[in-house]
């Protein structure tokens, strides 16, 4: 998914940079600096959107949770926005897991609203308000001990 939407915010169609801008992006990484995985967020129209991926071997030990905490608390504090929303295909338990132990609330279905496979698949969406959003969970920690360490932005 993350290929597709950083094609379209790269393509240069008229259409679709007007709602759709390019995803920054972060690495996560070990601490021993093995990058793992990566995280994006986006403006969808007017909604901050979240994505994350993870390679197989590391998924299912708290990586991706702890990075998408992160990112909440640094887009929450350097960002004037109301809300921050992500989608995940229906039948992904372990990225909906991820979502619901940040803090996200489910809000419905999508359906058929993405291509996996050459198939239409149905998304569920899932967001976090600023008033759900309790405090920062990992920027209140010094450098040396915070999880910020794991995440360095990308410039491709």
């Known amino acids: 998914m993350f290929g597709f939407l ?5 393509s240069g169609s ?3 940079t007007i709602f759709l801008q390019t995803p920054s ?15 994006f ?15 197989p071997a590391e998924r299912g030990k708290g990586y991706c949770t702890e990075a998408t905490q992160l990112v909440l608390d640094y887009l929450f504090l350097s960002k004037d926005i109301p809300r921050i929303q992500a989608a995940t295909h229906v039948g992904n338990a372990a990225s909906r897991k991820v979502l619901e132990k940040a ?16 198939e239409w ?17 990992y920027s209140q920690k010094p450098l040396e001990e915070s999880c910020f360490s794991i995440l360095q932005e990308s410039h491709t």
Do not use: C
Request: charged share 30%.
């Open 6 to 10: 950083s094609s379209l915010g790269q």
């Open 14 to 16: 008229a259409d679709m």
């Open 25 to 39: 992006g972060f690495f996560i990484e070990k601490r021993d600096g093995t990058k793992i995985g990566t995280m």
């Open 41 to 55: 967020h986006w403006l969808n129209g007017n909604l901050l959107e979240i994505g994350y991926a993870l390679l």
């Open 103 to 118: 803090g996200f609330k489910r809000e419905g279905i999508l359906r058929k609203a993405t291509r996996s496979r050459g």
């Open 121 to 137: 698949a149905d998304l569920v969406i899932y967001s976090i308000l600023r008033d759900e959003w309790e405090q920062p969970k």
